[in-house]
């Protein structure tokens, strides 16, 4: 997965797959999602990204929380 911010667009883009969309959904709340072909989504875009206080502007990174499962859950680590 790959996020990118474009900060003249205040556009939050997280990027499943390289496979190049074909149909985009917007959703409430200023949330579109894009599908390749075969119908998997391919990115999420959030608009209004830093107003909606998802990113910083001036922020650089985007931190990410690891998940962890526990072996009592039959789960493994992410």
């Known amino acids: 997965m ?5 900060s003249e667009a205040d556009i939050l883009l997280l990027l499943f797959s390289d496979e190049p969309p074909v149909d985009a959904v ?7 999602i894009s599908y390749a072909e075969n119908g ?8 209004s ?8 502007p001036d922020e650089v990174s985007v931190p990410i929380q690891k998940m962890r499962l526990s072996a009592k859950e039959g789960g ?3």
């Open 2 to 6: 790959k996020i990118r911010y474009d």
């Open 49 to 56: 990204a830093s107003a909606r206080r998802l990113i910083l």
């Open 26 to 32: 917007e959703e409430g709340g200023g949330v579109v």
């Open 40 to 47: 998997d989504p391919v990115s999420l875009e959030f608009l």
């Open 76 to 78: 493994t680590h992410i």
